[in-house]
């Protein structure tokens, strides 16, 4: 597969650097090059491309691949195009992908279930198997957990915000029911001083060929 035609489909993620905005990289700038260096003796091969956990759409972009980011706030989509002007991103919503059956290589999904209950997973995850192509890849990040952790007060702003933590088997499971064969499983403690001290989650999975998914 020749890298530079190759397409992801980014969902949250690259949006997620803008809701942070550049604020955060003073502060994690310090620990940076100490993470970059363990996650690249890391790699997940990613459709024959390799692809380092903990890196957003900007780290792709610049190894040649093409992709484009997905958020369901226009706000939040904005401000990535304007942080990201070479980088195509749109409004949508995971329960109803804008993209044709068996469109794109592969999904990377970095923490956008995370607002996302659990029995909802299946019907998420059967709408990202449904745009991949047959052996495309989806690649989940997550934190790792069993509790529901509520916010009224995030960046100094007023909100009223639900983050869910997952146990990995039951992402499993639900993945599982949605058509995906789950290639690999790997968790890590938090790295100090730079995100939310949760365990992190992250799971690679390939969608089966249609002769081989009962659909349960």
Known sequence: MNQSTVRLWLLADG???AR???????????????????????????????????????????HGVQVCGLDLSSELVERARQLNPDIKFEQGNMFALN?????????????SIIHIPRTDHVPVFSEMRRVLRSGGLLLLAFHVGDEVVHFDELWGQAVSLDFHLFCADAVVLA??????????????????NVEAQTR????????????????G
Do not use: H, M, N
């Open 175 to 192: 993945l599982r029911r949605a058509g995906f064969e789950v290639e690999k499983i790997v968790e890590r403690d938090p790295y100090p």
């Open 20 to 62: 942070a905005g550049a604020s955060r990289k003073g502060r994690a700038s310090s620990e940076a090059p100490k993470r970059d260096a363990q996650l690249r003796r890391k790699p997940v091969i990613f459709s024959g491309l390799q692809l380092v956990v903990d890196f957003g759409p900007r780290y792709l972009c610049e």
């Open 99 to 111: 993209a044709a059956d068996a469109t794109w290589a592969g999904i990377v999904a970095f923490y």
């Open 200 to 215: 992190r989650g992250y799971i690679l999975a390939s969608k089966r060929s249609e002769k081989g998914f009962s659909g």
């Open 15 to 17: 949006v997620e650097d």
